[in-house]
């Protein structure tokens, strides 16, 4: 019998307990999936950061963590973590964000706010032709599960799409640029930026004052990676200095979003309550059972974290 301890919420429970205990059977493993085990007998931890699990010590016939989250900023520097952890990569996960994305961006590219704005019989004041996509270039900062995705469904559309990531890259219908001297073009021409990096030492505070004034005027940002990708007040400064058009915000460095924060209130910002994209519990269990079928036969883990970058 394989101990398959569940470490997440209550809710995520009973989300997950049928989809997983079908994608076990599914894959013919004999699991033990329970929300409580002796430590030393469990072999693998489906687990979300959020879980009161935070010391792995005693979990020491442990295989595998395999994270529900994408993005794992708060757990990768657990030093009580030895074993292999690996990230979720899910279908639903991938499709919802290219649907976020590509939605948010459209509503900016076709200036559908002017238009809800405009509502009050003035046909002139109204008429505002947007420009094509292939006239309007957008930037991905980030290209791995999501950010190639959402680039490609925005380049799909006939967006100009430059991606950036750490190392370089070939994709097809993207301009593709890397490392510290590719973020400077990249968003040299960024009449919308999209951000999907994972939050590290080397992300936190990317989009300070100095890179935010590197963006054309009236370009507009959509974050959906973390909220400490951007720096709060630059961000509030370009856009009451009239640099930026907007921001639609998805993630926050504190949340819930305090009530107080003045995010809430600028008319050129949209709050999102940390709901672009989620895992899909009959889709990621799938990817789980994948992951703990590998671990018994010794077959390499999908979506390995690599705790030296950090992601
Ligand atoms: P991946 O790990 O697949 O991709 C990360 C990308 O960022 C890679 O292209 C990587 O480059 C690049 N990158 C990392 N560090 C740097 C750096 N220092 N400089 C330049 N590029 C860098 O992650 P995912 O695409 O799966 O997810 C991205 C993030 O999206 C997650 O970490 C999470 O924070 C966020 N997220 C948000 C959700 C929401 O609902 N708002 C839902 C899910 C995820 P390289 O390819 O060279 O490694």
Redesign the pocket.
């Known amino acids: 019998m394989i101990n398959v301890l569940f470490a997440a919420t209550e809710q995520r429970w009973t989300e997950y307990r049928a989809p997983l205990t079908e994608a076990f059977a599914a894959r013919d493993l004999a699991v033990d999936l329970r929300t409580d085990f002796p430590p030393e007998a469990v072999d693998y931890i489906v687990y979300a950061p959020n879980s009161p699990v935070q010391d792995f010590t005693p979990y020491t016939r442990c295989k595998a963590v395999l994270n529900l989250?994408?993005?794992?900023?708060a757990i990768v520097g657990n030093q009580t973590l030895t074993r292999p952890l690996c990230?979720m990569?899910d279908h639903g996960?991938t499709r919802g964000?290219v649907e976020w994305v590509t939605g948010h961006a459209l509503r900016h590219h076709l200036h559908i706010d002017h238009f809800l704005a405009h509502q009050d019989g003035d046909w002139d004041a109204a008429k505002l032709v947007p420009p094509l996509a292939e006239e309007r270039p957008v930037t991905v900062?980030?290209?791995?599960?999501?950010?190639?995705a959402c680039a490609q469904a925005l380049a799909q559309l006939g967006f100009p799409v430059t991606g950036?990531?750490?190392?370089p890259?070939d994709i097809e219908g993207l301009t593709c640029l890397?490392g510290p001297e590719g973020l400077a073009q990249a968003l040299s021409t960024a009449q919308i930026l999209v951000l999907?990096?994972?939050?590290?030492a080397?992300?936190t505070d990317l989009m300070d004052a100095t890179r935010l004034a590197q963006l054309p005027r009236g370009a507009v940002i959509l974050n959906?990676?973390?909220g400490p990708l951007i720096v709060d007040e630059a961000l509030l400064a370009a856009l009451d200095a009239g640099h930026l058009r907007h921001a639609t915000l998805?993630?926050f460095r504190t949340e819930p979003l305090p009530a107080a924060h003045p995010f809430w209130a600028h008319p050129q910002v949209t709050v999102c309550p940390?709901?672009?994209?989620?895992t899909r519990p009959l889709t990621a269990s799938r990817i789980i059972a994948e992951n703990v079928a590998r671990g018994e036969t010794g077959a390499p883990f999908l979506f390995l974290v690599d705790r030296s970058?950090g992601?």
């Not at 950036?164 to 190392?167: E, F, L, P």
């Not at 999907?196 to 590290?200: A, G, I, K, Q, V």
């Open positions: 989250w994408a993005g794992v900023e990230r990569v996960l964000m900062l980030g290209l791995g599960e999501l950010g190639a950036w990531s750490r190392s890259k890397s999907l990096l994972p939050l590290t080397e992300t959906p990676g973390r998805d993630v940390h709901i672009a994209s989620e970058q992601y």
